[in-house]
Nanobody, 126 residues
């Protein structure tokens, strides 16, 4: 079991920045990948960014590429999402996810992840 707790959300003006954190506990050494997803009201949960153990490759949704940066500490106990140049469409609940056996082709699919945090609200205002 892996427990995930997100923090760092809040209200920010368009063009501003926020840094989200995800604290992982439990069997974190089993996590093959960790990711950020988000969900806006009335919309499906969508992929934002992911990082995979054993590789330096980072995965981003096209909508956030160049504005968001995913990173993690060396122990894989904390995952971060630095969000810059925030836009109104970035508003939503941001979720941290982890999975011990996700395959590469499922990295961007919410159904591929077993463990989820409770989410943190990000609201971007004009």
């Amino acid at each position: 079991q892996v427990q995930l707790v997100e923090s760092g959300g809040g209200l920010v003006q368009a063009g501003g920045s926020l840094r989200l954190s995800c604290a992982a506990s439990g069997r974190t050494f089993t996590s093959r990948a960790m990711a950020w997803f988000r969900q806006a009201p009335g919309k499906e949960r969508e992929f934002v960014a992911a990082v995979r153990r054993g590789t330096s490759v980072l995965y981003y949704a096209d909508s956030v590429k160049g504005r968001f940066t995913i990173s993690r500490d060396n122990t894989w106990n904390t995952l971060y999402l630095q969000m810059d140049s925030l836009e109104l469409d970035d508003t939503g609940v941001y979720y941290c996810a982890a999975d011990p056996g996700i395959i590469l082709s499922n990295m961007r699919n919410a159904r591929g992840y077993t463990y989820w945090g409770q989410g943190t609200q990000v609201t971007v205002s004009s």
